[in-house]
């Protein structure tokens, strides 16, 4: 069985079709991602699968149920988390207790404090921001700040995460200590799906990609494979990409 799966997932707002009729599975443990033009319906399949938007039509299936129209509440319960593209950290909260908040929203159900503040540790160190753990989340760099956005999404216990351009606008180091990262949540049993404009990240860490144009998709497969389709070459990556 699917870890996800949609099924002629659509969205239209008014007239405009901004997903139509997508179908992807996305497998245990792997790292699946969403490439595609500005526009492409990206962000709004997201919204679809994490219950910030619903359907037009199609569902979306999580382990077999139907996930779909539910409310992100509700799927975060159910082991489904995302980080979104423009960090959204608690400015005037600490680093600590920003994951705080993950840990006492998610599934592990921890109200000790004591095992609440010690699980966000961990968290911390693992994602590399322990030092700053008591510092201003509003003081951190655009690079910790997205850190800390997969600390909190990491914090509720997904057993799918979705990563939203975690890597956009970032310096080719903290893109390769990102992308690590993600292949270290990903051998400890998490399932990622990854929205990416970074071409280089999206082709060095996914096993499979899906690429969407006007809010269909147009290929699906390895890197390899959409990075030499014609129809992605033509509608995406442009002649001269070489993965």
């Known amino acids: 069985m699917a870890v996800l799966e949609a099924r002629k997932l659509t969205k239209y707002f008014g007239?405009?079709?901004?997903?139509?009729?997508?179908?992807?599975?996305?497998?245990?443990?792997?790292?699946?991602?969403?490439?595609?033009?500005?526009?492409?319906?990206?962000?709004?399949?997201f919204n679809l699968i994490t219950g910030a938007l619903t359907p037009s039509s199609g569902e979306v299936l999580y382990r077999g149920r139907r996930i779909s129209g539910l409310r992100p509440s509700r799927t975060?319960?159910?082991g489904v988390c995302r980080t979104h593209q423009v960090v959204k950290p608690f400015h005037k909260m600490t680093v600590l207790e920003n994951v705080l908040v993950g840990v006492y929203f998610g599934l592990s159900g921890l109200r000790s404090p004591a095992r609440a503040r010690a699980r966000a540790m961990e968290i911390l160190e693992f994602v590399g921001l322990g030092e700053r753990a008591d510092a201003p989340a509003s003081s951190l760099t655009i690079g910790n700040q997205k850190l800390l956005e997969i600390a909190r999404a990491?914090?509720?216990?997904?057993?799918l995460l979705l990563l939203?351009?975690?890597?956009?606008?970032?310096?080719?180091?903290?893109?390769a200590r990102t992308l690590e990262l993600m292949r270290k949540i990903r051998d400890r049993g998490v399932t990622i799906l990854y929205i990416e404009h970074n071409m280089r990240a999206v082709m060095g860490v996914?096993?499979?990609i899906m690429v969407l144009n006007y809010g269909q998709k147009i290929a699906e497969g390895t890197a390899e494979e959409v990075s030499t389709d014609p129809a992605v070459i033509e509608a995406y990556l442009g002649k001269t990409f070489s993965a």
Request: with cysteine; proline share 5%.
């Open 15 to 45: 007239g405009l079709a901004a997903v139509k009729d997508v179908d992807f599975q996305v497998h245990e443990n792997e790292i699946f991602g969403i490439i595609g033009p500005n526009g492409a319906g990206k962000t709004t399949l």
């Open 76 to 78: 975060v319960k159910m």
């Open 154 to 159: 990491w914090a509720t216990q997904p057993e």
């Open 164 to 175: 939203d351009e975690v890597c956009g606008g970032l310096t080719p180091t903290e893109t």
């Open 206 to 208: 996914c096993d499979r």
